[in-house]
C-alpha cells in the first residue's frame, strides 16, 4: 500500500444539489483519492473518475481543513470564532442581529465521505484528515452526512454528539451482505458486517441519526430473500432509522474486469448470470433491467414492510427549518424516489414535485402560516392539485397521493414475490 501526501486546490463539489433524495446533502467532498477497502463493486477503480492504482495508492489531503475554511466563508458561511469576534450579536440591538441572522447563508449539509472514497479508510487512523474536517464542521455549525463501511466512526463519537447538539450529524453504514464470509470476498478491507452493526448501535445510543444504506445488492448473491431480510432484522435491532436497498453498476473497463474476475473465482456458479445482466456495456454500468433476477427495491420495500423498519433515508430537519416545510418536504422527496425508482414513472410526473422541493429546500415562508392565512397556493405559485396535497400533508402527515403510491407498490411487489418465488424453485 502506497500513502502519499498531497495538496488540496479544491474540496467541495462544486455544484449545490438541492432536493437530492438518497442523501439529502448538498455538497460534498473527499478527504482522500482511492480507497484501500477494496470493495470489487466499487465505482472509483473504473477509468470514468482517472485514478490509476485507486485500491493501493491512497492520497492524502492533508490541507483539506484549511481549504474547506476557504471555501465555506466563499460560500458566505462564517464560524463560531468569526462570528463571536466580529459581529458581537450579544451587544446588538434586537433588530440588528435578527437582520444579521436573515443575511446569513442558509445552512446546507455536507457529505463528509463516502462518495468516491471512505473517510474512515485505514489511511484515517493515522493522518486523522476526516476528524479535522468534522471539527471545521463543528465550527461552523453545519450539519455532516457520513457513508461508510468502517467502525473507525466510533473514534469520533465525542465529536460527532457536539455536531449534533448544534446542528446534525447523521452516519449511515453501507452494509450490503449478511453473510460475513461472502463480505470478505466482495469487500475484503472493509469492517466486518458485525462490526458495523455494532458501531452503529453504539451511535444510536448516543443519539446520532444513523441508518443502513444496503447498496449496491450484487445480483445473484445479495439479492436473496435470506440476505435482504436479514439485514434488515439486523438494521432494525440496531436501531437503524431506516434501509434502503439499491441494485449495483458495473461500469465497462477495468472496474467490470477486476469484479467479474473475483466473481469467476469464488462464485463461478454466478459468473454467467451476472455477466449477461451487464453485457450491454452501458457506460454509466447500468444493468439490463429485465436480466435481474428481482427488482432489488421493491423487494426492500415488502421486506422492510415485515420487518418494521422504514425503506427510505430520511431527510433531517436543519436548523432553525420550520416544522410544516420540514414535513412537507420530507414527504415530496418520498413521492418522487417512489414514482422514479421504483415504479419507473416518467421524470414529467415527478418534475412538480421535484420543482417544489428545491422551492421549499431554498427556503420559503412557514407553511402552516400560509394555510392558515389562505395563501398557500398563490405563495407557493403551485396548481390546486399540489395545494392539495401540501395541505393534506400539514393536516394529517400524509396525503391520499402517497398512500395511492403505497397501495401501487403493493400490487407490484405480488409480482416480484412471484419471481423471487419461482426463482428459489429453480434451485438458483
Known sequence: MRYECVKAKSLLSKREMLAEDWFHINRSLNAYRGCEHGCVYCDGMSEYYHVDNFTSHIRIKENAPEILRKELRKLGFSSQQELETETLWSFLPEDDATRLTMNTPRRIVIGVCGGVSDGYQPAEK?????????????????????????????????????????????????????????????????????????????????????????????????????????????????????????????????????FLSVIRRHFPEKADKIRSIYADDNRYGNPMWKRQPINTMLLGHEICKKVGIRDRSVRHKL???????????????????????????????CKPFHDLSIKLEKGVEDLKVLLEEGRLREGLSINDELASIVRQIIERGTCQ????????LSEYEIENQALVISDEESGD
Not at 452526512?145 to 473507525?152: E, G, P, R, V
Not at 434501509?243 to 458495473?250: D, Y
Not at 432553525?320 to 414514482?339: P, R, T
Request: a neutral charge; charged letters at 25%.
Open 401 to 408: 397521493y402517497m398512500e395511492n403510491l403505497l397501495s401501487n
Open 319 to 349: 436548523p432553525s427549518e420550520h416544522e410544516a416545510n420540514y414535513q412537507v418536504l420530507g414527504i415530496l422527496l418520498d413521492i418522487v424516489f417512489y414514482q422514479r425508482y421504483m415504479l419507473g414513472r416518467p421524470w414529467s410526473m
Open 126 to 258: 493515522e493522518h486523522k484528515i476526516t476528524r479535522q474536517i468534522l471539527e471545521t464542521l463543528l465550527d461552523f455549525r453545519l450539519p455532516a452526512m457520513i457513508l461508510t463501511k468502517s467502525d473507525l466512526v466510533l473514534r469520533d463519537i465525542d465529536l460527532l454528539k457536539d455536531l449534533n447538539e448544534v446542528a446534525f450529524a447523521n452516519v449511515v453504514f453501507t452494509i450490503t451482505l449478511h453473510d460475513d464470509n461472502k463480505r470478505k470476498i466482495i469487500e475484503p478491507r472493509a469492517s466486518s458486517t458485525p462490526d458495523r452493526f455494532a458501531a452503529l448501535k453504539e451511535l444510536r445510543k448516543a443519539g446520532i441519526f444513523g441508518g443502513v444504506m444496503a447498496t449496491p445488492i450484487v445480483p445473484w448473491i445479495g439479492t436473496t430473500y435470506e440476505n435482504m431480510e436479514g439485514l434488515a432484522r439486523e438494521a432494525r435491532a440496531a436501531g437503524a432509522e431506516f434501509i434502503l436497498f439499491g441494485g449495483m453498476t458495473l461500469k465497462p473497463g477495468r472496474q467490470k474486469d477486476h
